[in-house]
């Protein structure tokens, strides 16, 4: 790597500093737009005023705003997230104890993903707007239509209940148990990602294959799997790594029905269990870990392109 | 980014093959307004169709497989679930529109401004458009359900602050592109007002792609509301809604398979016809 690109690199980490702020701000404004008293909110409906008191003394209601955020922001920093509404749990245990649940789904999505996109994308390529073509982008369109619980609950009727093979829900105490708990639920969120990768690289691969430099190393005899591998997907994988950070976004948020659809003991139930029962810590701790997720993928998809993209723009 | 994937996954269909363009006898546009028109139609008249009223618990006739009297079968409390799933498209297809509506009047708005006017209007919308995009859009809305409690509240503000993005990045760059011609200057040399030279000049130029992506975005809007819903944050019963019955259904999956199916064939099925729709109209924009 030259000294540009790690000068690129660091001027787009400086750049994210203030974005991750702005997110820190709005997070810990979440509780100042609770309608009403935020301490009577968190302490719940049975609370008595002095309970409400402990609790606004607690949240540090009585402080400036300034000074609550600084409060708050070193918290994070110390990685206190509060309690649960019941008192009885860390918001950071509950977070490190369900997080493996959500990481597994999520990385066999990926892998999914990667094994439908990307062999499609190349078979559409090969004869752009040919049968294959059209046929492989209308199924894409109406894939990316179907909505992920649905495809769910229709995995859970054709695969899981006739067959047997997989769980219908809950987790599992092994590593095998839990991969099988993992697959279908990464298969139905994998679903609906993969027309999106699918699009995104099936139209990068097009334009790689009319570019110079493709009929260049071609005519020098670049071929098979290296033509494949060093010229036509180094440079088709760009566009798609641009898109990384809305990708994540999208699984982030498909991540949470599914895991509602298949009953699994992750973030996701964590969240929306969380809204049920208006339990702010949790919400916001949530809230806070997801979005620094989207924040931290979107730099280092920029530094990806940094890395792999041989034209990428030094400004 | 997003927006471009997003727009060719849901108008792949739009670039048809040389040749086949000449013949056409189908709009795809016509034929997608007629499958909506078809489900609303339905939405309105199904009670009176089938016979059943959509909220009426029959405990007699609960969980039946469809047949001749109950054509998609019956609930948990016996309802007729051939009423329900079309009664509900009334909430569904409401909402979802909404959903995409107040997003695209508040991004077209500032999209319009970050373009027009450039400088530091344009910074502020374009951090503004990252700071969103870093909430995952129904993290955003599940946080909002416990300001606001759950709810189609929830669902439209969630909407509003997190779906005008796509439409303001689109509307900026082709107003940034049609500000660089030479009627916009000639417009305004004549003296024209920024209001009349962006209603008349850069409004009417920016909107096709606005509303293409538009028909995208309702898809999405839908899914979003229904998945809401499906986790109980969105519509409350009784209100009749698709993702709520899909839910209910699942607790009898095994047996009464059907419950939670016909719901998400409706789902499809507006998914289908507004993309459609969609493809109709990129092609008399392209043009």
Known sequence: ?315 | MTEQALMEVMTAAANPRRGASRLRLLDPALIGAVLIAALIVLALVAPMVSGHDPALNNLAQRLQPPSGQHWFGTDQFGRDLFTRVFVAARIDLLLGLLGALIPAVIGIGLGCAAGYFGRWVGTIVLRLADVIQSFPNYILVIALVLLLGPGPKSFLVGAAISAWVTYARLVRGVVLRIRSNDYIAAAQAAGLGHRRVLTRHVLPNALPQAIVYGASDLVLSLGFLCSLSYLGLGVQPPAIEWGQIIAEGQTFLRTQWWISIAPGLAIIYVGIAVRLIAVGMERRTTE
């Open chain 1, 1 to 315: 790597m030259t000294s540009h690109r790690f000068a690129f690199i660091g001027k787009r980490i400086v750049q994210t500093i203030p974005l991750l702020l702005v997110v820190l701000v709005a997070v810990f404004s979440m509780l100042k737009l609770v309608p009403g008293d935020p301490a009577r909110q968190v302490a719940g409906p049975r609370a008595s005023e002095a309970q409400i008191a402990v609790v606004r003394e607690q949240l540090g209601l009585n402080e400036s705003l300034p000074a609550q955020f600084f409060g708050y922001l070193s918290r994070i920093v110390h990685g206190d997230l509060g309690m649960t509404a019941n008192g009885a749990l860390h918001v950071s245990d509950v977070i490190r104890q369900n997080a493996p649940v959500t990481a597994l789904v999520l990385s066999i999505t990926i892998v999914f993903t990667a094994l439908i996109a990307i062999p499609l994308a190349m078979l559409a390529s090969h004869r752009p707007n040919g049968v294959i073509d059209r046929g492989l982008q209308v199924m894409a369109t109406f894939g990316v239509g179907i909505p992920t619980f649905w495809m769910g609950i229709v995995l859970l009727a054709v695969v899981a209940l006739p067959t047997g093979a997989f769980p219908t829900g809950g987790w599992g105490d092994t590593f095998a148990e839990q991969l099988r708990a993992s697959t279908l639920p990464a298969l139905a969120l994998s679903i609906s990602v993969a027309p999106i990768l699918f699009a995104s690289l099936r139209s990068s691969i097009i334009e790689v294959k009319r570019s110079d430099y493709y009929t260049a190393a071609r005519a020098a005899g670049v071929e098979g799997s290296r033509l494949i591998r060093k010229f036509v997907l180094r440079n088709a994988a760009v566009p798609p790594i641009a898109l990384l950070a809305a990708l994540t976004t999208i699984l982030l948020s498909g991540v949470v029905v599914v895991e509602a659809t298949f009953g699994l003991p992750g973030l996701g139930q964590t969240l929306v269990e969380g809204a049920k029962k208006r339990d702010f810590n949790v919400v916001q701790g949530l809230t806070l870990l997801f979005t620094v997720c989207v924040v931290g993928v979107n730099l280092l998809g920029d530094v990806l392109i940094a890395i792999v993209d041989p034209r990428v723009e030094l400004s």
